[in-house]
């Protein structure tokens, strides 16, 4: 029986490659305020900087590659059910082969339409065109959700997360919700594993634990390997 496995993660697993996050001093978020880049009134009342900003983060992405902690959850398939949820916009976790990945806040490569949420489409070039439009009309906006909207796949995931016979959550500080609440949507006897340097808030979570303190890069590979290893015997 192949063991159903939930991957959570956040921008830790793609910061080792090389992907900026808000929370970096000399990223590419460092010389803009989330209110001006990532909020609906900045899209309204400035969308030139917005739609700008979206397009240098996608060209950012595409300059990277996925990373030896995205390859091992993607590896992971062959031995087990793998469901990955995920808080980033790129498409890391795609372009190294996980086949089932659940996007919370948006994808960076698609477009959608500012009145139809659900009339979404695929990047076609890089750089979006200020008047590009939707076929209803409407002008097309970068498919993320930006900060003070709701996060339409988060029931979703909830249905994902509650399926898990092992969460791994890689790379998230546990600070942003609705996402950081997936972890009590497990079910209590569900080990969860936690790979991150750093120390994300895990007050509230009842399940046994796991934190292994190393970069999702090094410490997921390692953690794959000794599940494989268990459940091979």
Avoid at 17 to 38: H, K, M, P, Q
């Amino acid at each position: 029986m192949r063991p159903r496995i939930v991957v959570f993660t956040g921008a830790g697993v793609s910061a080792d490659s090389g992907i900026s996050t808000f929370r970096d001093s000399d990223g590419l978020w460092a010389n803009y305020r989330i209110e001006d880049v990532c909020t609906p009134e900045a899209l309204r009342y400035n969308r030139q900087q917005v739609i700008e900003f979206y397009n240098m983060r996608r060209r950012e992405s595409l300059t990277k590659e996925p990373n030896d902690g995205h390859l091992a959850i993607a590896k992971m398939e062959e031995w087990a059910d793998v469901r990955v949820v995920t808080q980033n916009v790129d498409n890391l976790h795609e372009r190294a082969g996980s086949t089932h990945v659940t996007h919370l806040h948006g994808e960076l490569m698609k477009l959608r339409s500012e009145l139809n949420p659900n009339l979404i489409y695929d990047v076609e070039e890089v750089e979006q065109q200020l008047d590009a439009r939707a076929e209803d009309g409407a002008l097309l906006r970068p498919h993320i959700v930006f900060f003070g909207e709701s996060v339409p796949m988060f029931e979703a995931a909830c249905e994902i997360v509650a399926t898990a016979e092992i969460l791994i959550v890689v790379g998230t500080s546990l600070a942003v919700y609705p996402a950081a609440s997936l972890v009590h949507y497990v079910r209590r006897d569900v080990p969860i594993y936690l790979v991150d340097p750093g120390n994300p808030d895990t007050r509230l979570i009842r399940n046994p634990l796991t934190h292994i303190r190393e970069r999702g890069a090094i410490g997921v590979p390692q953690l794959i390997e000794q599940l494989r290893n268990e459940f091979s015997k």
